[in-house]
């Protein structure tokens, strides 16, 4: 891998790199699968289903947590939702993988991970789900406890997988300490897709997005208020949106981004606090401006 100069996320940049149009009927527009979620934890899936929509998805179907899948469908409707079996402890049981593949058999691009809640029981799922995809992938949150121990998990996905963790889920998947990864997150970033072959996209003062090919973006991470419970599941579920629009992996990453900072921006200009739900509205915004016949 040849490690190429970091180019920056602006307006400018974004023009050159125009997403694929959302048009045409839902079916063309790209259908996402979102699997993950808990007993406690059914907004995680929720917020990533409705970004992915805001930003241009088709269709969304949502596997998550049986006891919580009908107050996840009653909250966003134009979902399809499947209850899949959960552990004792509330958190999604392997015995739910097959059914999770059959769902991802018609799907465009998978987002796996947010709100799972248990590292251990995380890897003993995602490790039977991820290996049967074959389709564009976004891994979140502890879905990337699959890697761990398997750098190499995405290899049959090469090219078409994007990895969105924050920094601890980045230095845990590298075996490095946070503090390393904090102090250079772009060489980690840049590590991790070399390594896994997918694009990554972490970050906190900045947000980084790094290509397998050496390729790397930057932009600033927005404000700190954005470091709000939810919002990084409003994140993936926007880059998950624009892979299943037909963005590249590592063009998602960078949109992604740039749109997530943003729209941080956009509601701390309008004053007042706001939650990662607030986020996913101001993310549609935001890419309206960029792209006015975006939707």
């Known amino acids: 891998m040849t490690a190429h100069p970091t180019t920056r996320i602006d307006p400018e940049l974004l023009g050159s790199w125009p997403l694929p149009a959302a048009d045409g009927d839902k079916s063309q527009k790209g259908t996402v699968l979102v699997v993950g979620g808990a007993r406690q934890t059914p907004g995680a899936v929720l917020l990533a289903a409705e970004a992915a929509l805001r930003v241009g998805a088709g269709k969304v179907q949502v596997a998550t947590a049986r006891d919580t899948a009908g107050a996840v469908a009653v909250a ?3 979902a399809y939702v499947e209850g899949l079996p959960v552990t004792p402890g509330g958190e999604l049981s392997v015995t739910g993988a097959e059914r999770v593949l059959e769902l991802a058999d018609g799907a465009d691009v998978v987002l796996i991970g947010p709100g799972l809640g248990n590292p251990s029981t995380a ?4 490790s039977q789900v991820v290996p049967g995809l074959d389709t564009s992938v976004v891994v979140d949150a502890l879905g990337t406890a699959f890697l761990t121990d398997n750098l190499r998990g995405l290899s049959h996905l090469a090219g078409r997988a994007v990895l969105t963790p924050n920094t601890t889920e980045l230095a845990v998947m590298l075996g ?8 250079d997150p772009l060489a980690a970033c840049r590590d991790a897709a070399d ?4 694009s990554v996209l972490s970050g906190t003062g900045e947000l980084h997005v790094a290509a397998p090919d050496g390729r790397a973006w ?5 404000p700190s208020a954005l470091a709000t419970a939810g919002s990084g599941d409003v994140k ?10 037909g963005a590249s992996p590592e063009q998602a990453g960078a949109w992604g981004a740039w749109l997530h900072a943003r729209a941080g921006a956009l509601l701390e200009q309008r004053g007042g606090g706001y939650l990662a739900r607030d986020v996913v509205l101001a993310a549609a915004e935001v890419l309206q401006r960029l792209t006015p016949s975006s939707r």
């Open 123 to 126: 890897n003993l799922f995602v």
């Open 76 to 78: 966003l409707p134009e």
């Open 176 to 183: 490095r300490g946070e503090d390393e990864v904090e102090q």
């Open 236 to 245: 993936a579920g926007v880059v998950t949106g624009l892979v299943a629009r």
């Open 195 to 198: 390594r896994t072959g997918a």
């Open 218 to 222: 930057c932009c600033d991470s927005g």
